[in-house]
């Protein structure tokens, strides 16, 4: 079977954890460990979030910008996948020889085409970077567009556009397709758009689940399996009438998208990609939690979602 | 034709230059226009420096420590090799598309093995990232071996290993041979050493053309092409005296390293890198520079390394 794999930001780092390259590592360590039952039989590609390494980079640009030149958003992008796609091949392979299997493990700098016409350039939405007080946020105007960020305070905000096409996608499906395990589209990829035949960076965010359905799609994979940090989907998630789905077909997927059960940014860009991979002829996209996620796809903690 | 062309740091800034993004994609569009006469018949794999973009982030790193933690010299590579290897991939791949041809270009994060145990730990010497005062280098000691720079400052010195294998060699050498032009190696790599049989990353620099020889050997490459900011190799290089040399021997080369005739760090892994190479079954080394390279391989602005 053909699957891609992608990873939600806790495969990384957990929630309230410092970013150290320790804690990266011993979760990295873990998150390959948990996924090894899925790499002996099968194709697979990893793909993976980057939101806070993203916010971090940014920081450092900011912060040291009277000595070294800041770079734009679509370079910090590739540095992330630089960054998490070294150590998750390095513990990945550790992983797999210490089982004896012999599998190679590669990382494509994955650039992801966007539309400059696509909507999203003219309604930011994507919380990016680090939170600012009022007065500094009026002193930013000029340079980001930035809003309040709910109570937390103001932060930046860019255009998260919808992925058409990734650029390395037949070479992924070419080292998939032979045996390698990928990993690929690491924080929804590079974004680049085409202008005068040429493409170059534009300074926005992909997300991640949108970007692997594209990319699971151009592979041809059979399973879109999507890990995050809730066991399965929910409707009137946090609420007492909280309702976990075990199977969800691509009818109400729909419905509940429209009636606003997934959090945005969260849970529904994920929904989204699943209906978009199911739609175009996935077979199957699973969201199930990062944690045992061997057991939990054995027995009922998992959300299976199918045209029907 | 397999080649290995090895890109110096001048192919992606020029001395004296800022590191803004506007200069890096200006040079690096230029290179890609250098050597897009070699991609047509050829097989190619393109390896490149990356010591000033390895300083910049050392340099953000320090400055917004208190803001974002550390990552080691390792993950710098890697996340150098993203930043670099995205815009050269980008790049190349617009020059390739503009001539209508049709190859692929892919950037492989790669990881070198180095041992522990090579001398270079015992005796550091590569200078890397921002010049400290003397009082910022007492300061820093407990921390980094700081040594002084010539008469520029201090610095912070690494270990600069040998290079002992490729890890991602198989699959370069699989991707190479199917046609598709690869990025491999940046910065000399990812260094990254074994204990209880895993790998993990070590905080040093490995030479960039050492690297590409180790590559090239394992690819099987039938040329190392070594693009610089001089023209070829040169006796007594900067005096009344320099003599250049359009032709050079494997044994004139180890009688001319040893007579002191390359800098550290510049000219000496240059020919360190050719003599490992063509001791090894490699056939060719050219030496030349990065401007108007085709030009100068058709007439005598080059040099030649073979083993007679």
Same sequence: chains 1, 2.
Avoid: W
Avoid at 32 to 56: D, E, R
Avoid at 143 to 169: H, M, T, W
Avoid at 180 to 186: E, K, S, Y
């Amino acid at each position: 079977m053909k699957i891609i794999i992608a990873l939600g930001g806790n495969a990384l780092i957990k929630k309230g954890e410092k970013e150290t390259y320790s804690n990266l590592l011993k979760n990295i360590k873990k998150t390959c460990s948990s996924i090894i039952p899925f790499i002996k039989n099968n194709k697979v590609v990893i793909t993976h979030g980057s939101g806070p390494q993203i916010g971090n980079l940014l920081l450092q640009n900011e912060i040291a910008r009277k000595k070294v030149p800041e770079m734009p958003l679509d370079v910090l992008n590739a540095e992330s996948e630089g960054l998490i796609g070294y150590l998750l091949q390095e513990q990945l392979s550790n992983e797999i020889h210490k089982r004896k299997m012999h599998k190679n493990v590669v990382t494509l700098l994955t650039e992801v085409l966007v539309s400059k016409n696509d909507p999203a350039f003219k309604n930011p939405t994507k919380f990016i970077g680090p939170f600012y007080t009022k007065k500094q946020a009026i002193k930013l105007k000029n340079k980001f567009i930035i809003k309040k960020d709910s109570n937390r305070g103001y932060r930046r905000v860019v255009a998260s556009p919808k992925p058409i096409k990734i650029i390395e996608g037949s070479l992924i499906k070419e080292l998939v397709n032979s045996g390698h395990i990928v990993i690929a589209a690491g924080g929804g990829g590079i974004p680049v758009a085409s202008k005068n035949k040429r493409l170059t960076g534009v300074k926005c965010v992909i997300d991640k689940d949108l970007a692997s359905s594209c990319l699971a799609k151009e592979i041809k994979a059979d399973l879109l399996l999507i890990l995050t940090d809730v066991d399965k989907v929910y409707l009137n998630y946090g609420k007492k009438n909280q309702k976990g789905l075990s199977r969800l077909n691509l009818r109400d997927a729909k419905k509940y998208l429209k009636e606003g059960h997934f959090a945005a940014g969260s849970m529904k860009p994920k929904i989204e990609a699943s209906i978009d991979f199911v739609e175009h002829g996935g077979k199957k996209v699973i969201i199930s939690g990062i944690n045992s996620v061997e057991k939990a796809l054995k027995g009922n903690n998992r959300t299976i979602i199918k045209k029907t």
